[in-house]
């Protein structure tokens, strides 16, 4: 089941968020300090709580068990299809494919008609999950956060 998260699955969104960021970013930006002083499952709750994000997000539940998480803000006519991690667990189970498409479609369902996602040019594998979803890169990059990525 597909459903926008709540106020209880905060320790378990976390949980995936942490885990998820490590094993796709770790090698690309090696940074320890980051990624296991930074980025902890008690820092995220706390970003969770913020601004009204669980608002913002769908979970992939089966079992009752939350497998994946997707994040989404909406910025006037954008969507911007924020963040989609899976449970390390659980990657390579249609879970994600699932998820990304639950999420296109309810930005279509509110007639939403521009849709964007950010990915970081040395993550392949997401890259290519986007793409399987219909996403063009525009050529458009930014670095992210002085990262020199």
């Known amino acids: 089941m597909i459903r926008l998260a709540t106020k209880d699955d905060i320790g378990r969104i976390a949980e ?15 940074d320890e300090k980051t990624s296991f002083n930074k980025i ?14 669980i608002d913002r997000i ?28 899976v449970d390390p667990c659980f990657q390579n189970n249609v879970v994600g494919s ?4 639950y999420v296109l479609n309810y930005a279509k369902e509110q007639d939403f008609k521009k849709v964007y996602a950010w990915v970081l ?20 990059k930014k670095e992210f956060d002085s990262t020199g990525q």
Request: charged share 30%.
């Open 58 to 85: 769908f979970v992939y539940e089966t079992d009752e068990v939350i497998k994946a998480v997707a994040i989404y803000e909406i910025d006037g006519e954008w969507f911007h299809f924020k963040e989609l991690y």
């Open 121 to 140: 040019e040395l993550n392949a594998y997401a890259r290519n999950c986007y793409e399987k979803f219909g996403a063009k890169f525009k050529g458009v």
């Open 16 to 30: 995936i968020l942490v885990f998820a960021k490590r094993m796709a970013y770790h090698h690309i930006f090696n």
């Open 98 to 101: 699932r998820l990304a498409f």
């Open 40 to 53: 902890t499952v008690l820092n995220t709750i706390e970003e969770l709580k913020k601004d009204d994000l």
